[in-house]
T-cell receptor, first 119, second 113 residues
Framework: GAVVSQHPSWVICKSGTSVKIECRSL??????MFWYRQFPKQSLMLMAT?????????EQGVEKDKFLINHASLTLSTLTVTSAHPEDSSFYIC???????????????FGDGTRLSIL | GENVEQHPSTLSVQEGDSAVIKCTYS??????FPWYKQELGKRPQLIID?????GEKKDQRIAVTLNKTAKHFSLHITETQPEDSAVYFC????????????FGKGTTLSVSS
């Protein structure tokens, strides 16, 4: 089945550090990938839609200069949390749909998520 | 944009009982409605989904119903087991590529034996 690999799975770092998270589709191509953030005991909130070869689309309230997204190829999207602060601590998770799957059979595939803790 | 409401936020049942979780959506153009089960610290797992061209779908103990007119859909779990205990999320989107899932706030289901 379709697999999305997300790394790292856990990051602990000091305030002010920038952290890069990778989301990779292992056996399919994804023109579009999605980044979600999940605070403890809350839902998955869409942060941005990552588009291969073009700029990401950010949801209202998400700072594009703080959460840099790069979708350099059809299998890789990266999210960089710049100058991270304790309030950025959260569970970040990416997902992607298979470009080659027919619309009638096209669920979203999730990565395992990245737990980010900023001290 | 799409907005998904989910109720209840917590649900406690006895083993063997049925559990029902309900969601409503706002965007009449949404046509894909998946349900996910998430265990603590893990990725959401798709358990069942339904497209807007059908009103009901069943997979063993799990079923989903959709009322397009009222814009609501429900998850039904029968003969609940302790391992069904988890957080369940409904979501809505358009099935076209490039469209994100918008999630409800989740329901914590506890099944006691």
């Amino acid at each position: 089945g379709a697999v999305v690999s997300q790394h790292p799975s856990w990051v602990i770092c000091k305030s002010g550090t920038s952290v890069k998270i990778e989301c990779r589709s292992l056996d399919f191509q994804a023109t579009t990938m999605f980044w979600y953030r999940q605070f403890p005991k809350q839902s998955l909130m869409l942060m941005a839609t990552s588009n291969e070869g073009s700029k990401a689309t950010y949801e209202q309230g998400v700072e594009k200069d703080k959460f840099l997204i790069n979708h350099a190829s059809l299998t890789l999207s990266t999210l960089t949390v710049t100058s991270a602060h304790p309030e950025d601590s959260s569970f970040y998770i990416c997902s992607a749909r298979d470009d080659g799957a027919p619309y009638s059979n096209q669920p979203q595939h999730f990565g395992d998520g990245t737990r980010l803790s900023i001290l | 944009g799409e907005n998904v409401e989910q109720h209840p936020s917590t649900l406690s049942v006895q083993e063997g009982d049925s559990a029902v979780i309900k969601c409503t959506y706002s965007d009449s153009a949404s046509n894909y409605f998946p349900w996910y089960k998430q265990e603590l610290g893990k990725r959401p797992q798709l358990i069942i989904d339904i497209r807007s061209n059908v009103g009901e779908k069943k997979d063993q103990r799990i079923a989903v119903t959709l009322n397009k007119t009222a814009k609501h859909f429900s998850l039904h779990i029968t003969e609940t087991q302790p391992e069904d205990s988890a957080v369940y999320f409904c979501a809505a989107s358009k099935i076209q590529a490039g469209t994100a899932l918008i999630f409800g706030k989740g329901t914590t289901l506890s099944v006691s034996s």
